[in-house]
């Protein structure tokens, strides 16, 4: 089954709770919280801290995206504050598997992510190894960018390496995704849908954003992109 995946990136930060809240009844799968740290990306979001509000307001899994360089130190605190699954990106550093490892010895499911420049195949030597594969469909550290359409042959590459090397890996897309779009990225092979500004910018509100992609996601009305 496909998973949505709300990035809270997008969502009213004065009442995170109730945006948190408002995606679990909605029938959201789990939290996907961006962490950007002005030097991977030319912004800035948020610490270990908002983990942990968003663990008192929501029993769904918590997905941390490190788009940071050095993740490994702060990977501890990450997990510490209740994150599930730590995903870093290929290019943040030479030493990916050090910080699968650091991972998996934490106890916390680990993510590898590619930016849209990179290559797929240089995913190949991490795939054995992680949970969970992420291929960013904007150039990352900003909500609300398009989709870039390459995305959708990357998501096939990917999943055709996963059938090969770990069938149980999730394939994640992220950026850009909304209504008109998600039913491409799943037919591409993407498991595991993040979607910002479509869930909380939502013109219905959150629960409706979440509502639109969930129906799509398992096949409701709405056209596939070439
Ligand atoms: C981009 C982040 C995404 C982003 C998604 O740097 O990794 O998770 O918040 O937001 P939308 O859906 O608005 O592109
Ligand atoms: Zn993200």
Known sequence: MVQLAPSILAADFARLGEEVEACERAGAHRIHIDIMDNHFVPNLSMGPEVV?????????????????????????AFIEAGC??????LEAGPQ?????????????????????????????PL?????????????????????????????????????????????????GVDCDNV??????????????TSVFAASGGTAAGVGCLLKRISGGAGGQLS
């Open 127 to 175: 795939l054995p190894e992680v949970e969970l594969a992420l291929v960013m469909s904007v150039d990352p550290g900003f909500g609300g960018q398009q989709l870039l359409p390459q995305s959708l042959p990357r998501l096939r590459e990917v999943a055709k390496l996963i059938s090969r090397l770990n069938p149980g890996c999730e394939l994640e897309v992220d950026g």
């Open 84 to 89: 599930g699954t730590v995903t870093v990106h």
């Open 52 to 76: 942990g509000a968003c663990r008192r307001h929501t029993g769904l899994p918590l997905e941390v995206h490190l788009m940071v360089e050095r993740p490994d130190s702060l990977i501890p």
């Open 183 to 196: 039913s491409s990225c799943v037919a591409a092979g993407a498991t595991v849908v993040v979607a910002g």
């Open 96 to 124: 990916p598997h050090r910080s699968v490892a650091l991972i998996h010895r934490l106890g916390a499911r680990a993510g590898m992510a590619i930016n849209p420049g990179t290559a797929t195949s240089l995913l190949r």
